[in-house]
């Protein structure tokens, strides 16, 4: 996206009867938020009103799974500035329907009649497939996301800079081999060994007391190596969005394989470690700061002395 947008404001009454709706389906947070992100974009181009995405979604899979994080997203966020309730409803219900995936209208496009312009999220490599839609806006998407989210659900400024780590386990398998990891096969668990190794290397090279804070929905168990190391503690049991956002306040990050932390990093141009073959998609404005690394030799320079410069300046995006 060439043209940012920060600074700008949403029209007060949008095109005449043009409309976006972000349809967020059932999907993880990450996931969910592909389709507000892209819908909220394309509305400030074009001057549509957004129509508020329904969050209210059962789902039975975290309880089954016995998940940290239920995903009741409707208890996160509010309609914002978009227009929700029975208004919605009668846009969605009486008004044309066009695919923002196969009909999206060119610019300066004015209906006659009230159309809904609908985002919907790909059931498979979704990031691979949107994610360049969101790039360069990293910033307005991060405070637009705050604004939405129930005050008592956002974070705080962190007191120092901090090195943070996302473990994924929940729904994710335990891949049958590193080989099928490197290859790029998604939706696995990263070994624990690796994010340990990750850790040290970064505090012996960039920030030896910097505190570490572990986003996972692992149990303390499960996550024993990483928590045996010193000044390492977990986020407190929160919710995601709340976990998402401090994310994108960290000095580094190191990754794993899921869309949760790539969004985190993405709102705070977060430099990211990645696995090799699970960067999965370039989420930051500058690519270099998310390098493949099997181990901490691997770690190039460029980004050690951008991640010592933002220790050093106790850089971090404000909370709200």
Excluded at 125 to 143: K, M, S, W, Y
Aim: net charge positive.
């Amino acid at each position: 996206m060439n043209d940012r947008l920060d600074g700008q404001t949403p029209a007060a009454t949008g095109v005449d009867h043009l409309f976006g709706y972000p349809d967020v389906g059932r999907f993880g947070l990450a996931h969910s938020l592909m389709a507000w992100g892209r819908c909220l974009l394309w509305c400030r181009r074009s001057g549509a009103t957004m129509l508020a995405p329904i969050w209210l979604r059962p789902r039975l899979g975290p309880y089954l799974r016995r998940e940290r994080d239920k995903r009741e997203y409707f208890r996160l966020f509010h309609s914002g500035d978009a227009v929700a309730g029975l208004p919605r409803l009668w846009r969605l219900v009486f008004s044309t329907r066009l695919s923002a995936e196969d009909e999206l209208p060119p610019a300066g496009f004015s209906p006659r009649r009230p159309t809904v312009v609908v985002f919907r999220n790909s059931i498979a490599a979704n990031d691979q497939t949107f994610f360049h839609h969101l790039r360069g806006e990293g910033g307005l998407i991060r405070r637009e996301l705050t604004r939405i989210t129930r005050e008592h659900h956002r974070t705080t400024t962190p007191g120092r800079p901090f090195i943070a780590v996302h473990v994924r386990m929940g729904d994710f398998g335990q891949a049958a081999s590193v080989g099928e990891l490197k290859a790029g096969k998604t939706n696995q668990r990263i070994p624990l060994a690796w994010s340990v190794d990750m850790v040290g290397g970064l505090r012996e090279r960039v920030g030896g007391d910097a505190p570490v804070i572990l986003f996972s929905d692992g149990s303390d168990q499960e996550l024993a190596p990483l928590l045996a190391l010193p000044g390492v503690r977990r986020s407190p049991a929160q919710a995601a969005i709340t976990d998402m956002l401090a994310i994108a306040q960290a000095a580094v990050l190191v990754s794993s394989g899921s869309g949760f932390c790539r969004w985190g990093s993405f709102m705070g141009q977060v430099p990211r470690i990645c696995f090799p073959g699970q960067r999965i998609v370039a989420v930051l404005d500058d690519e270099t700061l998310e390098p493949d690394c099997a181990g901490p030799a691997d770690i190039p320079a460029p980004f050690l002395a951008a991640v010592a410069s933002r220790l050093r300046s106790g850089h971090a995006p404000p909370a709200g």
